[in-house]
Every structure is written in C-alpha cells, then in structure tokens.
C-alpha cells in the first residue's frame, strides 16, 4: 500500500450525473499523460501550475471539452505532479476518460490514497488526514468546527507541544543515568513532579473534550424507555415528525430498538426507540429486545423514561433503581397520554417531570427545547477549547496518561532507567495520533475508510 512510485487516477466526485465531474490524476506520469491526450485551444505548451481549456481527444475523436488544472510537485495535495480535469458530468464522459487514463499507464486509485500520498510525502500529518475525511462527512455546525481546527493544524501543533515537554523530561532523566554509576544525584525530583503534572493535565483535558467531540460528532444519543405500551413509538415518530416506527396498542409492537436522527440548532441528535421493559415476560424474543434496550441505555447520553399513568410510588421506584443502575445517566421524566389523565401532576420528589400527549403533541416541544438545553449544556465549550473526535486519539492518549503516572508514581522508587523506558513509551503514544510513529495496519485501517478520489 505505500508503495507510491504508480501514477494513480479516481473520479472525485460522487458517482452519477452531475454539471461537471472531476478526474484525478497524482504521480510522476501525470503530466506525460495529459499531454497525450489533451488538446489546448490556445495552442499553448502545457505549463505546471496553470489552467487550460480544452479537448480531450481518443485517437482523433473529441470526447469532451475540459478544463484542466496542472500542480506541479511539490506543490499540490499529494505533493506529487497532480492534474486535475474538470470534464462534463455525464457518466459516459467519466468513465470514457477514466478508461483513456488507464490505458495511458494509470492505475486505478485505492480509497483514500491521494491523502495517504499526501502523508507520505509530508504534506500533512496523521491527525490532519483523518480531519479530512471528517471534513467531507461533516453534517453539522460542531461536526465542521472541530473539523476544520485539525485541519488547520491545531491538535498537532498541541501533541508538538508536549512531547517537546516529555523530551525535556526524558533528558533530565537520562542526564542523571549517564552520571549513575558516579554517585552523583542530579535529579530534581520536586521538578520532574511538576513537568509530569502538567503533561498530564493537558492530556487530561484532551480526554475529557472526547466525550463532548463524539457526541457532537456522531449525535447526541437519547434513548426513549419505558413498559410496553406507554407510547414511546409514538413520542419517537413525533419528535422526528414523521411515522419511523410501527404504532399500535398491542403491547410488545417494538421488538427490537430504532435509531434515527435529527439535527436541531446545529446539533445533533440520534434518538432511539426501544423495546418496552417487561421484566416479567417468558417471550424468548422480547427478553432479547429487552436487553438490547438495556445496552442502548448504557450508551445515551439521555434518557427519556415515559410512564402512561399516574401511579406516583411506582414511578419513584422505577426512576430510581434506573439511576442507581446508571448513576451518571440524565434522566428526564415524561408522562405521555395526559390527554387521557384527570388528575393533578404533582412534581415527584426531586425530580422534573414532563406532561405531555405524543399523539396529540401537547407539551411534545416543550419537552424538544429542554432536550436542546441539556445537550447546550453537556456540550458547552470555552471558544479556544480543543476538542478530538477520534476514538484513536482519544486510546493514546490514555495511554500516554498510563506510562506517565507510572513514572509519577515510580519516580522515587525506581531506577532512571526504567523510568525512561515508561516516558519514551508514553511518547511513541503521542507520535501515533500524528503518525510520526505508525505501522501499515493503522495506516490502511485509516484510509480505507476515505472514498475513492480523496
Ligand atoms: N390517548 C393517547 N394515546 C396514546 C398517546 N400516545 C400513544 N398512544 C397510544 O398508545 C398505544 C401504544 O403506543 P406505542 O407508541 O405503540 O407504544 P410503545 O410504548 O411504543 O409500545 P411498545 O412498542 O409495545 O413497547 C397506541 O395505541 C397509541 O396510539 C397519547 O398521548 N394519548
Ligand atoms: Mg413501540
């Protein structure tokens, strides 16, 4: 996979008819094949670093007015000779000058090899690959903010940063081993603490900001729960505003959970219908669905808990076993058909509740806009604030934060030796988010996730 001396070729565009198409081509070869089969209106040499319009011609039929766009090396994307041919986007056109290009020598690239190229040739480091590729998936307002700022640099400059630091700290300590077997003690152990402190602690809010990253990268998950019945479909289709999951007044109709999402204010949201919890039911498939609702639990953000009647202590209970299951877990508490209720809600206990009716949507955007409120909540951030979104980052950095609180913990205990091996581990950690250190398996596991063409 990296070997990269084959001049490659992909349309980078999505697939189908389109105003234009763009056709890639990165490699050694690029400007040898354009020249073959580009025709210039102005009779001009082809030049690097210019645009031209022109024909594309197969033996001497046109095949389509184009623009082409010439990098050349070091100086483009991949940092190898690119062009680029802005053609018609007819599917014909593509995939007639897709075929002249490999018949010219090309290959057809693999997904994600011209930013693969791009890494290679020390254009941009890992982390801003992988913000590439979060960039074109970009749906939301957060989804691009946090996109854009690895882009630009600004994680990597941070890991630069502080494996400067952790390099200070490794030469103090290999300082004092060159010395060891002279008796002399150069370590200033207090100072050393201090360094790893604050190593630390930036890398501990680099964790922290993941939970936030990935919730407004993937969706803020609320999960909707409660006994068979109570109307928790219903709720669901009136949240996202049409009929996603299947309502009837059989009991047990939701078998098995839904996901859906929403985006509202720029945030967004995955809501997931569950199978209602009957902990008494001998149903093989239902006690399945019902633990699927439990592992969906475990991965919200929010619960939604609704109820359907108004029976105060039992309520209570169930409120309160679920939170003592999932004590970190924000609980809201919904009472649905209050169309139906002629009793007075009193507030039960600590906690809020909602009334509504799902099917008529009496209090059904009240309920919306505190969910809106919480998520601002959960997610606010400081402006400056840098947030990661990778699960990839996110494991080496914890990792880091391990073999540095093992040296913390060692520092007086254990010989510099050892401590040098835990601190250079704790930065190969840190080299593997920007790919200084890295390995084919991470590398194709991160690319082959690109499209064909980026
Ligand atoms: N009157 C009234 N009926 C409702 C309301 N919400 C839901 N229902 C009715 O309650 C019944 C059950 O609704 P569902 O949404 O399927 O309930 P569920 O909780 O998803 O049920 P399961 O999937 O079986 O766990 C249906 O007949 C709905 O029309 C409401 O606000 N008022
Ligand atoms: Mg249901």
């Known amino acids: 996979m990296l070997k990269n001396d084959e001049t490659i070729v992909a349309i980078a565009t999505p697939s189908g008819y389109g105003a234009i198409a763009v056709i890639r081509i990165s490699g050694n070869n690029s400007m040898k094949i354009i020249k073959k089969i580009f025709c210039s209106f102005s009779k001009k040499k082809i030049e690097k670093n210019s645009i031209q319009l022109g024909y594309i011609k197969e033996k001497n039929q046109l095949i389509d007015k184009v623009l082409i766009f010439l990098f050349k090396k070091p100086k483009s994307y991949t940092g190898e000779d690119i062009v680029e041919i802005s053609c018609h986007g007819s599917i014909y056109i593509q995939n007639k000058l897709l075929s002249i290009i490999l018949d010219q020598g090309a290959r057809l690239a693999n997904p994600g090899e011209f930013t693969l190229r791009a890494f290679i040739n020390g254009k941009i480091d890992l982390c801003q690959a992988e913000s590439i590729l979060d960039i074109v998936n970009s749906e939301t307002f957060f989804s691009h903010k946090f996109a854009i700022n690895q882009i630009r640099g600004n994680l990597s400059i941070l890991i630069r940063k502080l494996s400067k630091k952790i390099i200070n700290l490794l030469s103090l300590i290999e300082f004092e081993l060159d010395f060891s077997e002279e008796n002399c003690n150069f370590i200033n152990y207090l100072e050393l603490k201090k360094m790893l402190y604050n190593i630390i602690k930036k890398l501990k809010t680099l964790i922290r900001s993941f939970k936030i990253g990935n919730a407004l990268k993937n969706g803020i998950s609320v999960s909707i729960i409660g006994c068979p019945n109570v109307g928790k479909s219903t709720l669901f289709n009136k949240l996202l505003k049409y009929e996603r999951s299947i309502v009837s007044n059989i009991a047990g109709t939701t ?57 105060e202590k039992f309520i209570f209970k169930e409120v309160k076993s679920l939170q003592e299951k999932y004590p970190k877990k924000k609980i809201f508490i919904i009472i649905n058909k209050y169309d139906l209720i002629k009793k007075k809600i009193k507030p039960i206990n600590y906690k809020k509740i909602f009334k509504i009716s799902a099917k008529y949507g009496y209090g059904v955007n009240n309920l919306l806009s505190e969910i809106t409120f919480f998520s601002k909540k959960m997610t606010s951030l400081k402006e400056r604030t840098l947030v990661i979104t990778q699960t990839r980052h996110y494991e080496s950095f914890k990792k880091a934060i391990f073999y540095l609180y093992k040296v913390k913990k060692n520092l007086y205990s254990i010989s510099p030796e050892f401590l040098s091996i835990d601190i250079r581990t704790a930065l190969d950690y840190l080299g593997k988010v920007t790919g200084e250190v890295t390995n084919e398996d991470i590398l194709s596991n991160i690319f082959s996730k690109f499209c064909i063409g980026k």
């Open 255 to 311: 078998r098995n959970y839904i996901e859906d999402s929403l985006i509202i204010n720029g945030i967004k949201f995955r809501f997931i219908d569950t199978a209602g919890i009957n902990n008494n039911t001998k149903d093989y498939i239902e006690k399945l669905g019902i633990k699927k609702t439990y592992n969906k639990i475990n991965k919200s953000d929010l619960i939604l808990y609704v109820f359907d009647d108004l029976n």
